[in-house]
């Protein structure tokens, strides 16, 4: 499966953006999707996860009540709603597709997109 991110910007803080991770070649609904990212200088860190079903979601603690994933599959899209933005969120976002959802191993990962968090 292909992934690209896009969504990205400029947006002051306290405002919202909404990421997208579009698929292609093979349907989103084959994988679990992880969304990470990764600010200068700085270790990637992964945000939180959807399994297949949307049943189950995971977020970390730092992003969690602000950041929302949700999947729409007949579209083959994934989503990233960030609300409240900070200017510590800023950083490139990517995309990631698994199909084992306690697995660290990745099939894809998008492109990234850049989202800068400032007045």
């Known amino acids: 499966v292909q992934l690209q991110a896009s969504g990205g910007g400029l947006v002051q803080p306290g405002g919202s953006l909404r990421l997208s991770c579009a698929a292609s070649?093979?349907?989103?609904?084959?994988?679990?999707m992880s969304w990470f990212r990764q600010a200068p200088g700085k270790e990637r860190e992964e945000l939180g996860r959807?399994?297949?079903?949307?049943?189950?979601?995971w977020y970390v603690d730092s992003v969690k009540g602000r950041f929302t994933i949700s999947r729409d599959n007949a579209k083959n899209t994934v989503y990233l709603q960030m609300n409240n933005l900070k200017p510590e969120d800023t950083a490139v976002y990517y995309c990631?597709?698994?199909?084992?959802?306690?697995?660290?191993?990745?099939?894809?990962w998008g492109q990234g997109t850049l989202v800068t968090v400032s007045s």
């Open positions: 070649g093979r349907t989103v609904r084959d994988y679990h």
């Open positions: 959807i399994s297949r079903s949307s049943a189950v979601t």
């Open positions: 990631a597709a698994k199909t084992v959802l306690s697995s660290t191993q990745y099939q894809s």
